[in-house]
């Protein structure tokens, strides 16, 4: 039977019990069946006694066992969930490396720099939980109407891009809220300031970690060959983006030439440039 969507659904068929909930004798008069179930009892009242041999009433109004309890609001399962707030600085780990300290991580980069690969096993390496989110990852949730920045550059792939920004911002600050690192990737540029640093730490917070990865341009150019699909870019458009990159020099954040650097040897120096920046955060 088809049901209307949103429609309640009808009454189940059980023993004694017809159509519209009515005594399955009263719709059937001569047929043997279930005695009806008696009303309960008025409020105030004690419930009538059991007939010989009958078993006991179960359920929300019977005397059976008591309903759990509503679950509370701001729950999910039996984890509390605290709210997420601007991610502060992370205190100084007492070992080498961040060790086990909880810290938000922003891996700014051109196409082609390793950011995602060396995020991904950075957060993977670590002995505390640490999650990854990959700003172009989550741009791409939106399948139908995604704006592709490769088709150019416009309002609607600036909001999408705003929007995708924002999304892992409100992540990152839930993670850290809940004893979860977060590692960040994003292609942050330092003359545009509608792409710039200061929408991430807007989102994130003032405790938020920039490291620049900045690999030379013909590492750049082969990683970039490799690639498939809208996240392959033309040699002319990530030449552009690399040079643009270079304006990081000279702004005071941390920047790794991993042009010979395998992805080990680079997570282990991003660990390295965090435990500084942690003792010594960058001005940004």
């Given at each position: 039977m088809q049901h209307a969507v949103g429609a309640p659904l009808p009454p189940p068929h059980?023993?004694?019990?017809?159509?519209?909930?009515?005594?399955?004798?009263?719709?059937?008069?001569?047929?043997?069946?279930?005695?009806?179930?008696?009303?309960?009892?008025?409020?105030?009242?004690?419930?009538?006694?059991?007939?010989?041999?009958?078993?006991?009433?179960?359920?929300?109004?019977?005397?059976?066992?008591?309903?759990?309890?509503?679950?509370?609001?701001?729950?999910?399962?039996?984890?509390?969930?605290?709210?997420?707030?601007?991610?502060?600085?992370?205190?100084?780990?007492?070992?080498?490396?961040?060790?086990?300290?909880?810290?938000?991580?922003?891996?700014?980069?051109?196409?082609?720099?390793?950011?995602?690969?060396?995020?991904?096993?950075?957060?993977?390496?670590?002995?505390?939980?640490?999650?990854?989110?990959?700003?172009?990852?989550?741009?791409?949730?939106?399948?139908?109407?995604?704006?592709?920045?490769?088709?150019?550059?416009?309002?609607?792939?600036?909001?999408?891009?705003?929007?995708?920004?924002?999304?892992?911002?409100?992540?990152?600050?839930?993670?850290?809220?809940?004893?979860?690192?977060c590692i960040l990737d994003d292609a942050v540029f330092p003359d545009r300031p509608v792409v710039g640093l200061g929408g991430w730490k807007r989102h994130v917070g003032p405790g938020l970690l920039p490291v620049v990865l900045l690999p030379g341009l013909e590492i750049v150019l082969e990683r970039n060959a490799a690639r498939s699909g809208n996240r392959r870019l033309s040699d002319e458009e990530v030449a552009r983006i690399h040079g643009r990159m270079a304006g990081w020099y000279g702004s005071g954040l941390p920047i790794i030439d991993n042009s010979t650097y395998d992805v080990e040897t680079t997570a282990r120096v991003l660990d390295d440039v965090l435990a500084r920046s942690i003792a010594s955060p960058p001005a940004w």
């Open positions: 059980g023993p004694g019990i017809g159509h519209v909930g009515r005594p399955y004798q009263a719709q059937h008069p001569g047929h043997p069946g279930t005695p009806p179930i008696p009303p309960p009892p008025a409020p105030g009242q004690a419930p009538p006694p059991q007939a010989p041999g009958q078993a006991p009433q179960h359920g929300w109004s019977g005397t059976g066992p008591t309903p759990p309890a509503r679950e509370a609001v701001g729950h999910t399962g039996h984890v509390q969930l605290p709210p997420g707030g601007p991610v502060p600085l992370p205190a100084s780990p007492a070992e080498p490396g961040t060790g086990g300290a909880t810290l938000a991580v922003l891996l700014i980069g051109p196409a082609g720099a390793g950011k995602t690969t060396v995020a991904k096993l950075w957060a993977a390496r670590r002995r505390v939980p640490t999650a990854h989110v990959s700003l172009d990852d989550v741009r791409e949730w939106v399948c139908s109407g995604f704006a592709d920045p490769q088709a150019g550059w416009n309002d609607h792939s600036e909001a999408q891009y705003r929007l995708a920004r924002r999304t892992c911002g409100f992540a990152a600050r839930n993670f850290l809220a809940n004893g979860i690192s």
